[in-house]
T-cell receptor, first 116, second 111 residues
Framework: EPEVTQTPSHQVTQMGQEVILRCVPI?????FYWYRQILGQKVEFLVS????????KSEIFDDQFSVERPDGSNFTLKIRSTKLEDSAMYFC??????????????FGPGTRLTVT | DQQVKQNSPSLSVQEGRISILNCDYT??????FLWYKKYPAEGPTFLIS?????DKNEDGRFTVFLNKSAKHLSLHIVPSQPGDSAVYFC??????????FGDGTTLTVKP
């Protein structure tokens, strides 16, 4: 069964450093998302991406964050200068688009980001 | 402003009995609702969804009920199994893309 994959599974970085989290969505999916979950809190939407551009972003997704689809398979989330409060699980998700309506989102296993 | 609420942080049921997980929402623009199951150290796994034009959707042991007038949905699991023990998230979307998640309910099914 196709699945969303994410690398690395765990990333430790120092405050102020740049990190890139990588995702490979399901191959026939066209809508991509990033969510995060701070320990003990709810899953929070960060950004959605469709047709090579950001479709929607939350207030969390400030200028420190960017997304990119550098090729036909990868979808990346970059945090330019990490802060302690960026420590969280970051989930990538993808969904089909049928008639311009995205369907259920399928999530990857997540990348645990630890900022020290 | 918490638009999707799961008021019960935890639920414990006996194996074989029914589990009922509840979710309330405030945004009347939501038109698609989903339930996800999450194990520790894994990503959420899609379980079942319902469009706002329906009031019930069933898939095996899982049934989701939607009461639009009350802005309430529930997930029924019958019969509950120990493997169902996980955190269950309710999510809602108003249009293409973004899902808003509830806080989650931890379900424990006791053998």
């Amino acid at each position: 069964e196709p699945e969303v994959t994410q690398t690395p599974s765990h990333q430790v970085t120092q405050m102020g450093q740049e990190v890139i989290l990588r995702c490979v969505p399901i191959s026939n999916h066209l809508y991509f998302y990033w969510y995060r979950q701070i320990l003990g809190q709810k899953v929070e939407f960060l950004v959605s991406f469709y047709n090579n551009e950001i479709s929607e972003k939350s207030e969390i997704f400030d200028d420190q964050f960017s997304v990119e689809r550098p090729d036909g398979s990868n979808f990346t989330l970059k945090i330019r200068s990490t802060k302690l409060e960026d420590s969280a699980m970051y989930f990538c998700a993808s969904s089909e688009v049928i008639g311009a309506i995205p369907y259920e989102q399928y999530f990857g296993p997540g990348t645990r980001l630890t900022v020290t | 402003d918490q638009q999707v609420k799961q008021n019960s942080p935890s639920l414990s049921v006996q194996e074989g009995r029914i589990s009922i997980l509840n979710c309330d929402y405030t945004n009347s623009m939501f038109d698609y609702f989903l339930w996800y199951k999450k194990y520790p150290a894994e990503g959420p796994t899609f379980l079942i969804s319902i469009s706002s034009i329906k009031d019930k959707n069933e898939d095996g042991r899982f049934t989701v009920f939607l009461n639009k007038s009350a802005k309430h949905l529930s997930l029924h699991i019958v019969p509950s199994q120990p493997g169902d023990s996980a955190v269950y998230f309710c999510a809602a979307s108003a249009r293409a893309g973004k899902s808003t998640f509830g806080d989650g309910t931890t379900l424990t099914v006791k053998p």
